[in-house]
């Protein structure tokens, strides 16, 4: 088993947390898989329409509008499904 728990005070109260959850485990009640995050990919509109809310933040109107007519350019639909 392998933790990365943090911020004993003293050496004594981290082996006895080790001992506590060492107990855990072998009796079932703590689940020893590894915990991982789940990435879940992004198409490539679904990107674009995020970045496209924050950058709406930064710039007027007008150069928004230019932005959308330069992606309508480059055929955004061919691009949209990809990941």
């Not at 003293?10 to 485990?25: G, M, V």
């Not at 915990?35 to 509109?45: E, L, Y």
């Not at 509008?65 to 350019?73: A, P, R």
Request: a positive charge; zero cysteines.
């Amino acid at each position: 088993m392998t933790t990365t728990k943090r911020g004993f005070k003293t050496r004594k109260e981290a082996a006895d947390e080790l001992k506590n959850l060492q107990f855990l485990l072998a009796t079932g009640k703590l689940d020893s898989s590894p915990q991982k995050a789940v990435k879940k990919s992004k198409s490539f509109a679904e990107i674009y329409d995020d970045w496209l809310v924050q950058y709406y933040a930064t710039v007027q109107a007008s150069t928004l509008e230019k932005q959308s007519e330069l992606l309508e350019n480059i055929n955004y639909l061919a691009f949209e499904n990809i990941k």
